[in-house]
């Protein structure tokens, strides 16, 4: 019945979705302002709470998504991933991104530590097939060994003139 008196017409707020599921027992209830994590583009805030079962991590997502959806906010949909056995339950509240898990899943995936701390989150092999590629394609198509793989250190702002002039438009636009 809190939901109740959430205000009607607009959304509700990472916090009053976090102390709803604080209200429903779920553990360790964190709030990630994602436009300070410069992740603005997964939403506005994530909650991160802990669920006791797979049940109650679906319990809780459904729950977060139907008060969502309680408000009537305009041109906002609320809906919840996973099932019943699922141990990561996420429910989409609008711009705000509600993650469910158990607490063994909610410590294998660190997802709050990805969000807050990403340099801190991977190490060294994470990604061994990635190669820093610098330049242009262009510049990879000049060289003879391809692609610059280690920095020049040259980060110029200056008009980079094109590789060849381009005449071939001119002489098609006269009648």
Do not use: N
């Amino acid at each position: 019945d809190v939901v109740a008196s959430w205000p009607r017409g607009q959304l509700p707020t990472a916090e009053m979705l976090a102390d709803l599921l604080r209200g429903e027992q779920a553990r360790d209830v964190i709030v990630v302002d994602l436009e300070e994590c410069g992740r603005r583009d997964v939403g506005t805030h994530g909650v991160v709470a802990t669920g006791v079962t797979p049940q109650h991590c679906r319990r809780l997502g459904e729950i977060a998504a139907k008060a969502t959806m309680a408000c009537k906010a305009p041109h906002t949909e609320a809906f919840c991933y996973g099932t019943r056995r699922d141990e990561w339950v996420v429910a989409h509240c609008g711009p705000v991104k509600v993650h469910l898990f158990t607490r063994d899943t909610r410590e294998e995936y660190k997802l709050q530590l990805l969000w807050e701390s990403p340099e801190q989150f991977f190490v060294p092999g994470d990604f061994p097939h990635y190669i820093e590629i610098y330049g242009t394609a262009t510049d990879a198509f000049f060289r003879p060994d391809g692609h610059i793989t280690e920095p020049s250190g040259s980060r110029s702002t200056a008009y980079l003139p094109p590789p060849y002039k381009d005449t071939v438009h001119a002489a098609l636009a006269k009648p």
